[in-house]
């Protein structure tokens, strides 16, 4: 059974980088035909795609945040971190992450991710 956990800090002051970590179990995430993805939801809003990182290693964001927003994997650990800089209030929200079994770029529709983290709170708050 594939599992995704999230880990990372809970609260992050404004302008600091926010690094978050999902670790896989139960497969490998170098494993042909699957991508991971991170996703997020700010309160009252809906999910915001974030950005993937593909099974080759290639990655892509989102336009919005790609100035912003590094995603890198270490298979050693079997885990892909986000990293996003110069938070704001406005980055407070649930990240989540997620796997595909296709490449999903902008897709936020949940079922098309077969599987997903249990997402964990980030407050950007001084």
């Known amino acids: 059974q594939v599992q995704l956990q999230e880990s990372g800090p809970g609260l992050v002051k404004p302008s600091q980088t926010l690094s978050l970590a999902c670790t896989v179990s139960?497969?490998?995430?170098?494993?042909?035909?699957?991508?991971w993805s991170w996703i997020r939801q700010p309160p009252g809003k809906g999910l915001e795609w974030m950005g993937t990182?593909?099974?080759?290693?290639?990655?892509y964001y989102s336009p919005s945040l790609k100035s912003r927003t590094s995603i890198f994997r270490d298979t050693s650990k079997n885990q892909f971190t986000l990293q996003l800089s110069s938070v704001t209030p406005e980055d407070t929200a649930v990240y989540y992450c997620?796997?595909?079994?296709?490449?999903?770029?902008?897709?936020?529709?949940?079922?098309?991710?077969?599987?997903w983290g249990q997402g964990t709170q980030v407050t950007v708050s001084s």
């Open positions: 997620a796997r595909s079994t296709e490449l999903l770029l902008g897709v936020t529709e949940a079922a098309l991710y077969d599987y």
């Open positions: 139960g497969g490998s995430i170098t494993t042909n035909y699957y991508h």
């Open positions: 990182i593909a099974n080759s290693g290639s990655t």
